[in-house]
């Protein structure tokens, strides 16, 4: 019996990883596809954060309807702002669940489809 608890207990905390994961990743999303230009498709993200404080670099990019790819930068500051709260809520809960911290967070989303995928990386 506490052998099917432990194990019941460490799936819940594996599906609080994922969920938590995602749900900051769905607000990215949702900043990202907000600054966005119009007609834009596909929306990436690269933002490489220092290993200490909170100092954050951002390139934007996307595609439009036509195929073509271009950068962008948001109209507004408070984007970059809440990116990089968001990034670092996101970087120290892996570091809660025992990950090492990323560096590089790459991001890219398909606007029609609303899925997205991201790749971390530990090395600049």
């Not at 769905?26 to 600054?35: M, P, W």
Request: with cysteine; glycine share 4%; net charge negative.
């Amino acid at each position: 019996m506490l052998a099917q608890f432990e194990s019941i207990l460490q799936m819940r905390q594996e599906v609080e990883l994922i969920s938590k994961d995602v749900e900051i990743c769905r607000e990215i999303g949702q900043i990202l596809y907000e600054a966005a230009p119009d007609g834009a498709k596909k929306i990436a993200m690269k933002a490489i954060l220092v290993p200490e404080g909170d100092v954050c670099t951002f390139e934007y990019d996307y595609v439009n309807s036509d195929g073509k790819s271009d950068w962008f930068l948001p109209s507004d500051g408070v984007v970059d702002q809440n990116l990089r709260k968001l990034l670092f809520a996101h970087r120290e809960f892996f570091v809660s669940q025992n990950q090492p911290p990323w560096k590089v967070f790459l991001f890219s989303m398909d606007v029609d489809s609303g899925k997205f995928s991201l790749e971390l990386s530990y090395d600049d």
